[in-house]
Structures are given as C-alpha cells and as structure tokens.
C-alpha cells in the first residue's frame, strides 16, 4: 500500500511530523512510531498499557497535565516543585523508598525518561548516542517494566498517579 502511494505520488494533508499530534513523545523517541511501540505494549495488559501511555504523552493525573484542563488548582505537587512526569518518575521526594527498584533497572539510565519509557533517546555518553544506530536499536523493556511498576500503587494496584488525585479535584 505504501508502495503504491510512493509510485504515484501521494502526499496526505497533514503530515504526522509536522503537526504537533505527538509533540512530547517525538521530542524524546526519535523513533517515534517505529516498530518498537509494538514492543512496548504487545505483551501488557491493559491497566499497564494505560500507564505507560500516559507517562509517554504527558497526560496523566499528575498535576502538570490537571491544571491543563483546570481539574488541579496548579501545577504543584505536595513537596512544592512542578508534578510533572520526570519530577514523579525521578525527583520527588515523596516516592524515595519506592523508587529504589527502578533505579536498579535503570542502572547508569537512571533519570533519563526517554530511556524509562521505551524511547530511543538522543541522550549522548562520551560522545556517542547512548541508545546507538537507530537501525539496531531497542527499547529496554526490564526498564520499561520497572518503570510502569513504580508507577502502580502497590497497596491496592492503582497507579500512584491515580491516587495522587484527591478529593479536592473531584469536587471541582
């Protein structure tokens, strides 16, 4: 089929990669759409499949994406910084204790999201990508695994970020 389109000279209206459809995840999956996404979600279920979407693109229940679309009075999270998928996944202090197991999937990628969720980053170690030739290239799913993990409320098998969400927001 895409053949075809090629032999002729089909050109679509809109083109996924210049409209700003997916901005955040091309921003750190330069293989954006490729075969890995099949990766990534063949195997989870769909609870998991949730998860890792929404820390993928940004909407989660985190407060970044709540006040939004004005169900969060701001962008705070409990500790005071921005509640924004890279402060939950690696920074806020609130979620130490239970971050200790993803630190040790991630190793040395510890802190780098693309990595965290599946994406081939642009992310450089001595001069090199860390991720190499694109072409070869795969996502680490121990580490995706892990990630989606800790994101799960462990008490009652909730993401954290579902959680996060209080009763304040509800009655709004």
């Known amino acids: 089929m895409y053949a075809q389109a090629r032999e002729i000279g089909f050109r679509p209206k ?19 759409l490729g075969k ?6 063949d195997k989870l279920n769909g609870s998991n499949s949730s998860i890792l979407s929404q820390l993928r693109t940004r ?34 202090p609130r979620w130490k204790e239970e971050r200790w197991a993803m630190r040790e ?13 599946g994406g081939c980053t642009t992310y450089t170690r001595n001069g090199k990508t860390a991720d ?12 995706v695994h892990a990630t989606i993990k800790f994101a799960r409320d462990p008490k009652d098998s909730l993401p954290i970020f579902w959680s996060l ?7 709004t």
């Open 14 to 32: 809109i083109n996924t990669f210049t409209t700003k459809t997916g901005k955040f995840t091309k921003e750190f999956d330069k293989a954006f």
């Open 36 to 41: 890995h996404t099949r990766l990534l979600y």
């Open 59 to 92: 909407r989660s229940r985190l407060n970044r994406y709540l006040a939004t679309i004005a169900a969060a009075e701001n962008d705070k999270c409990e500790c005071g910084a921005m509640e924004s998928t890279l402060h939950f996944l690696f920074v806020c």
């Open 105 to 117: 999937a991630h190793k040395e990628r510890f802190g780098d999201l693309s990595f965290a969720v």
């Open 132 to 143: 190499g030739d694109l072409d070869k290239w795969k996502p680490n799913i121990e580490a």
């Open 165 to 171: 969400l209080s009763l304040n927001h509800l009655n």
